[in-house]
């Protein structure tokens, strides 16, 4: 509306100061039917950004007849918005043929300009007086505004594509660590406080003429609670390990605090058979070893839980650069799934899995096996 209401009035002061006239022009005097002319040129500009080709092609039909009147300076600047705004604001087809189309315009406009004054060199003069300031500039200033804009609106997607892949990646890192420190809780609270219950329902099962076993399986309750707090102090350390002292240091759990799980289990009535093959001066790496004892831990809870008072065997070894963990418990006669319904054995293969190895896990006769395979490198020890 503000581009109109201005070509209008800018048309106005050309035709009140008599600076109308075009290049071999004959019109001297400014009539009724120019104003018309003008008023409905500068009106088809309120379709420039909804329907350009439209406005372009009745605003060349004025020029025409303004050019039957005598070709007027207003109505021209008035059609270069058109012309600008086809190529800027009309379809992508519109927009390329406009290039074409200004060729094509002054190839036309010498051609009727020849046929009036006869005379080529003026004919091309007059043709270039009228194209190149009406029609080829505004087509080659909005076809470089319209690749701007493009170009900034590809990079604007682009952009919102980057945020969006950047906030999935938030997202799965927030998922994957959320379901790390799920396995990390499960092993603590389920391991550790599984064997208390077990082992306090064991002390209030005893017969009060038995304190030195009583004793036994309390001192084996407050050290289960003990490595507990201790695991789940570390862990909170992990956590605000960015807030944290610098000096301040959390150990995770190793396979040579192995002995401390065997001992609770122990302690529940179950008999562990525990046979490790590994060399000391070749330690393991840390990852592959907080992994094998959390699958150790897992391993001997759920045998305590499900096959209470039987005999378990825990193997530990190294064979051609793997590390083989596996934990074999009696069944008892009347034993259920021993899968259970927990997270447990997803935990052990979530693990395993992690560090890329692998763990199975099922009867074996009368017996229940958890086998783990993880690959550390190295020769056969």
């Not at 070749?282 to 005999?311: F, G, S």
């Amino acid at each position: 509306m503000l581009i109109s209401v201005t070509s209008f009035v800018v048309g106005a002061l050309l035709y009140q100061f008599g600076l109308f006239a075009m290049f071999g022009s004959r019109t001297t005097e400014v009539g009724p039917w120019h104003w018309v002319t003008l008023a409905l040129i500068c009106a088809l500009g309120l379709l420039r950004r909804r329907s350009s080709g439209i406005g372009l092609a009745l605003a060349t039909a004025v020029v025409c007849w303004d050019a039957v009147l005598g070709l007027t300076a207003p109505t021209l600047a008035a059609f270069f918005d058109h012309v600008y705004a086809a190529t800027m604001y009309g379809s992508r087809r519109l927009s390329k043929a406009m290039v074409p189309l200004a060729a094509l315009s002054t190839v036309g406009t010498t051609a009727i300009a020849l046929v009036h004054t006869g005379d080529w060199k003026l004919a091309v003069l007059a043709a270039l007086a009228t194209n190149f300031p009406f029609v080829i500039t505004p087509v080659w200033w909005a076809t470089g505004m319209r690749q701007f804009r493009d170009l900034a609106e590809q990079e604007r997607e682009n952009a919102a594509q980057l945020a969006r892949i950047s906030e999935l990646d938030r997202d799965a890192a927030v998922v994957a660590e959320r379901s790390r420190m799920a396995r990390d809780l499960h092993d603590v609270i389920a391991g550790h406080l599984s064997a208390i219950a077990i082992q306090s329902e064991a002390a209030l099962s005893l017969n009060e003429a038995d304190p030195a076993t009583s004793r036994k399986v309390l001192e084996a309750v407050r050290e289960n609670s003990v490595h507990a707090l201790e695991e789940m102090r570390a862990m909170i350390g992990l956590l605000r390990s960015a807030q944290s002292d610098a000096d301040e240091k959390t150990a995770p759990a190793r396979l040579a605090d192995l002995s401390v799980l065997v001992d609770s289990a122990r302690a529940t009535g179950m008999r562990v058979d525990v046979r490790t093959e590994l060399d000391e001066d070749d330690p393991l790496p840390a990852a592959v070893d907080l992994t094998a004892y959390r699958i150790a831990q897992e391993a001997l809870t759920n045998a305590v839980k499900h096959a209470p008072n039987t005999d378990a065997v825990v193997t530990v070894r190294r064979v051609s650069g793997t590390l083989h963990v596996e934990v074999t418990n009696e069944l008892p006669p009347d034993a259920g799934d021993p899968a259970g319904t927990g997270r447990g054995l997803l935990n052990m293969r979530e693990r395993a899995a992690a560090v890329g190895g692998s763990l199975s896990a099922g009867p074996a006769g009368s017996s229940w096996s958890v086998r783990a395979r993880l690959p550390i490198g190295g020769g056969e020890a």
